[in-house]
């Protein structure tokens, strides 16, 4: 660490030995601007690695030009005004519209899966507190299909929600699972 002086020390030393400090200073000075410079390329260069084109490609079409627009040259690169002014103007209408949805795509993609049958099911207290007593039938299940990834193993999970119906004024119920079908 550098030794720092107050003004008095510095006025009482000789001309020899301010020149002297004044050189140690300017090499010190100089030293560091070199690795300040070494810096500041290793982070353009890291910069450039991580934000940069990933091919080797140079574009000069876009790059700062001097361009002589309606007779007055242009200095900086705007867009306005190093556009290529003979060039129609395109049509926005270039928007990719996605394919549709195949019916039956998801169950073929699920068929050759192992499936795991998982019943849902309502006890007769739930059933009776619902329907009322004796006043309730049971109608075909509502299967749901759900992708389940465990790794170095898929499956298919398959959920039977029981479904019932009351006999008298055919109010269905079914018990909530939590299940979101996407």
């Known amino acids: 660490m550098a030794i720092k002086y107050t003004e008095e020390q ?45 091919s080797e490609k140079l574009d000069t079409d876009h790059q700062i030009a001097f361009k002589e627009v309606d007779n007055q040259i242009v200095f900086f690169n705007e867009a306005e005004a190093v556009a290529n002014l003979d060039e129609a103007d395109y049509e926005e209408d270039n928007t990719k519209s996605r394919p549709k949805k195949r019916k039956g795509k ?13 019943n849902h099911t309502m006890t007769e207290d739930e059933l009776q507190k619902e329907f009322g007593e004796n006043s309730w039938k049971q109608l075909p299940d ?20 029981a479904v019932y119906a009351s006999k008298k004024d055919n109010h269905i119920g079914l018990l909530d699972i939590g299940l979101h079908i996407e």
Request: proline residues 3%.
């Open 10 to 54: 510095l006025n009482n030393l000789d001309k020899a030995a301010l020149i002297q400090l004044l050189l140690t200073n300017q090499e010190q000075l100089a030293s560091i601007d070199n690795k300040l410079q070494l810096v500041l390329e290793q982070l353009a260069s890291a910069n450039h690695n991580r934000f940069g084109r990933s």
């Open 106 to 118: 998801r169950e073929e993609d699920l068929k050759d899966l192992p499936i795991i049958k998982i």
């Open 142 to 161: 509502e299967v749901y299909k759900r992708y389940k990834f465990t790794p170095a193993k898929v499956e298919v999970e398959e959920h039977h929600v």
